[in-house]
C-alpha cells in the first residue's frame, strides 16, 4: 500500500490522504488568511470521508469541477454536513479565492454522494472500506481501508469516554460527550493513521468541566445577567444545547448552529441518546432574528448559544456589543481559540475587535474545554491495542515529538510530512 500526504501532515486543516493514488481520503480546509488547500492531486477514483467538519471536507467539491465524477463515499450526516459547509463557503467567500469552486461543483457533489453507515463494509476504488462510530461528532468514523494485502486504519478525529470509575464518583455520571458515544471500535489493522490534536494535553475530567459551567451560568442568571455562550455550529452548539437540557437552564440558540440541529434532528441513530436530544431541541428557543429578536433577548436573564466560536461573526457579533459593558453579564468561551482570533484576544487583553471595531468587554469571560478530541491519555488508550501495527501520526502541531515518544516506548512510529509517500 502506498499513502501520499496532501494536507494534514504535521499541521492541523486540510486533511488529504492519498491511497494507491486512486482512493482520496478527506478534502479540507486550513481557515487562514488566506486559506490553504490540500496538494495537487492525480483525479481520484473515490472519496471517502471521515466527517463533517471544514479541515476535512472543506475542499471537496473541487473534485468535481473538471471532467472526473469519482463517487464520494460517506456517512448520512456527513453527507449533509459537508453540503452545509460548501454552501456557507459560497455564500461568505464565492468567487474568490477563498471558495476554490462554484454552486455547479456542489450540485455535483448531490449527484455522486453515496451514504454508509457503520460496520457496513462497501467497494470504493477497489478497496474495501468499512465505517466506524469515532465519538467526535454525529457521523464522524474511522475509516479502516483494505487493498487485499494491506489493512489502514484512519482514524479520522475521535473522542474516548473515560473510564467509568472515574465518572462513578458523580451522581448523573458523564462519561463523555453528551452528544455522541466515544469510540470502542478496535479494528484490526497493519498501519494505523493516527490523529494528535491534544497529544500532549490532559483533558479535565468532563463531569468536572460540566459542573463548572453549570455552576458559573447559574450564578450569573441568579445574579440577574444574561450569558453568552460562542459555540461552533457543528457538535458544540447541540452538546451545550444538552448540557442546558440536562440542569434546566433556559436557553437560546442562535446561528448555524440551528440549522444543523434541525439537520441531526432527522438522524437520532448518530446521537448518544435519540430522546435526549429530542429533549434538548424542545427545551431550547430557536432565534430566528427577525424583527429586533436579538436585542429583546439580551435583556432576557438567560443563556445564549450562538456561532461563531472563536467571535469571528455570526450572530454574536450582534449579542457581544449588547451585552459587554455589564461586568453582572458573562462570555464563556467553549472551544479552542486559534490564536489571532477575536475570541483568543478577549480571553488574553479582556477586548476583541468586533465588526472592525476594537471593544473592551467588562463583562466576566471565562473558557471551558468541551473537546471532542481524544486527550494524551484517550490517544494512549485508543493506540494500546495496535502495538503490533505501524503508526503514521498525523493532524497536530507536534506530531514529530508525539511520534518520537511513541517510538520511546516501544512503538514502530513516525510522522510523515507534507507531501510524504508512505509505502507499506
Ligand atoms: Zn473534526
Redesign the pocket.
Known amino acids: 500500500m502506498e499513502i501520499r500526504f496532501l494536507g494534514g501532515a504535521r499541521e492541523v486543516g486540510r486533511s488529504a490522504i492519498l491511497v494507491n493514488d486512486a482512493l482520496l481520503l478527506d478534502f479540507g480546509m486550513l481557515t487562514a488568511n488566506p486559506p490553504q488547500f490540500p496538494l495537487e492531486t492525480p483525479a481520484p477514483e473515490a472519496v471517502v470521508v471521515s466527517?463533517g467538519?471544514l479541515?476535512?471536507v472543506g475542499t471537496i467539491p473541487t473534485l468535481l469541477s473538471g471532467d472526473g465524477r469519482p463517487p464520494i463515499h460517506w456517512t448520512p450526516p456527513t453527507a449533509e454536513l459537508a453540503r452545509t459547509l460548501a454552501r456557507d463557503t459560497l455564500k461568505l467567500h464565492g468567487g474568490s479565492y477563498n471558495c476554490p469552486f462554484t454552486e455547479p461543483d456542489l450540485k455535483r457533489v448531490t449527484q455522486v454522494s453515496e451514504t454508509h453507515g457503520y460496520r457496513e463494509p462497501f467497494e470504493a476504488a477497489g478497496h474495501e472500506i468499512t465505517f466506524y462510530n469515532a465519538g467526535?461528532?454525529p457521523g464522524s468514523a474511522h475509516v479502516l481501508v483494505d487493498d487485499g494485502e494491506t489493512r489502514l486504519l484512519y482514524t479520522g478525529?475521535f473522542h474516548i469516554d473515560a473510564a467509568s470509575s472515574e465518572a462513578n464518583r458523580h451522581a448523573d455520571p458523564v462519561v463523555g460527550q453528551r452528544l455522541v458515544e466515544g469510540t470502542t471500535a478496535r479494528p484490526d489493522a497493519d498501519i494505523v493513521l493516527c490523529e494528535s490534536t491534544y497529544s500532549d494535553v490532559d483533558h479535565e475530567p468532563r463531569a468536572t468541566v460540566e459542573e463548572r459551567f453549570v455552576e458559573s451560568v447559574e450564578t450569573t442568571l441568579w445574579d440577574g445577567g444574561t450569558v453568552v455562550v460562542p459555540a461552533f455550529a457543528i457538535g458544540r452548539t447541540q452538546e451545550l444545547m444538552l448540557v442546558c437540557a440536562a440542569h434546566d437552564i433556559p436557553c437560546y440558540v442562535d446561528g448555524m448552529g440551528t440549522q444543523v440541529t434541525e439537520m441531526l434532528r432527522q438522524y437520532p441513530a448518530y446521537v448518544r441518546d435519540g430522546e435526549a436530544f429530542r429533549r434538548a431541541i424542545s427545551h431550547a428557543r430557536f432565534v430566528t432574528g427577525r424583527d429586533g429578536q436579538r436585542k429583546r433577548i439580551v435583556d432576557q436573564k438567560a443563556v445564549i448559544i450562538t456561532t461563531s466560536g472563536m467571535l469571528s461573526g455570526g450572530p454574536a457579533m450582534t449579542y457581544i456589543p449588547e451585552i459587554r459593558r455589564n461586568p453582572a453579564n458573562k462570555i464563556t468561551m467553549t472551544g479552542y481559540q486559534v490564536e489571532g482570533t477575536p475570541g483568543r484576544d478577549l480571553l488574553e487583553t479582556g477586548s476583541a475587535e468586533i465588526d472592525g471595531r476594537v471593544m473592551p468587554v467588562s463583562a466576566q469571560v471565562e473558557q471551558y474545554d468541551f473537546s471532542a478530541h481524544a486527550d494524551r491519555d484517550g490517544i494512549l488508550e485508543f493506540l494500546a491495542s495496535y502495538r503490533d501495527s505501524s503508526v503514521l501520526i498525523n493532524h497536530g502541531d507536534r506530531c514529530g515529538a508525539f511520534a518520537e515518544e511513541l517510538r520511546g516506548d516501544g512503538f514502530d512510529a513516525s510522522a510523515p510530512e507534507l507531501g510524504d509517500v508512505v509505502s507499506v
Do not use: E
Request: a negative charge; zero cysteines.
Open positions: 466527517h467538519h479541515d476535512h467526535h461528532i478525529d
